[in-house]
């Protein structure tokens, strides 16, 4: 992620009620940033037909509430590389349930069912899925490291804009699918 600089990243013009968002206003650091997340492990939930530049990267954990309702108002109708992460409390659960989710021959059922059972599994993580998972969250770590005005949390989503920039939303409320879906798609 070491090609955002934080001059690269800006807050936008929202109200303080929503500081959590900003935008890589350099079409080519907004690439860049982009192609970087696209290497990283992720559930992929993309329906048939969507075009390349309108897919969201979308960080988060699998027992945060409100990555769950992001997801349930997302799964489907937007297009998104879900990357799972551990930042809440309970890390060892919580890196059980993210990495039963990358080692699934089907993610987005994984996901849906970590999501609804909220249940960790016995088994630990394989050291290659360890090794993912924390790629993942050093990608994310420098990502807050790279814009010090937004503050970490999840989900973390980065929409691509049909004009080449990318915004940056921390958190989800409802609602925030229309706007996601508008930033997407520019209207």
Request: charged share 20%; proline share 9%; hydrophobic share 45%.
């Amino acid at each position: 992620m070491g090609s955002a600089s934080p001059q690269a990243v800006q807050p936008s013009n929202q109200s303080a009620v929503n500081a959590a968002y900003a935008t890589i206003e350099d079409a080519k650091v907004a690439r860049q940033v982009m192609e970087s997340l696209g290497k990283l492990d992720a559930v992929t939930d993309i329906p048939a037909g969507t075009p390349v530049g309108q897919v969201a990267t979308i960080f988060f954990d699998p027992r945060c509430p409100y990555c769950h309702a992001a997801f349930t108002a997302l799964h489907g109708r937007i297009a998104a590389r879900w990357v799972p992460i551990v930042v809440l409390g309970e890390p060892e659960a919580g890196n059980r349930m993210a990495a039963a989710i990358l080692s699934s021959p089907d993610r987005v059922a994984a996901l849906k069912n970590a999501f609804a059972t909220k249940i960790a599994p016995a088994e630990a993580a394989s050291p290659e899925t360890t090794a993912k998972l924390a790629e993942n969250k050093e990608a994310f770590a420098a990502i807050f490291a790279a814009a010090p005005q937004l503050r970490p949390g999840v989900p973390t989503m980065f929409v691509p804009r049909p004009d080449g920039r990318l915004a940056i939303m921390v958190g989800y409320e409802a609602g925030d699918d229309a706007k996601l879906r508008s930033v997407l798609t520019g209207s």
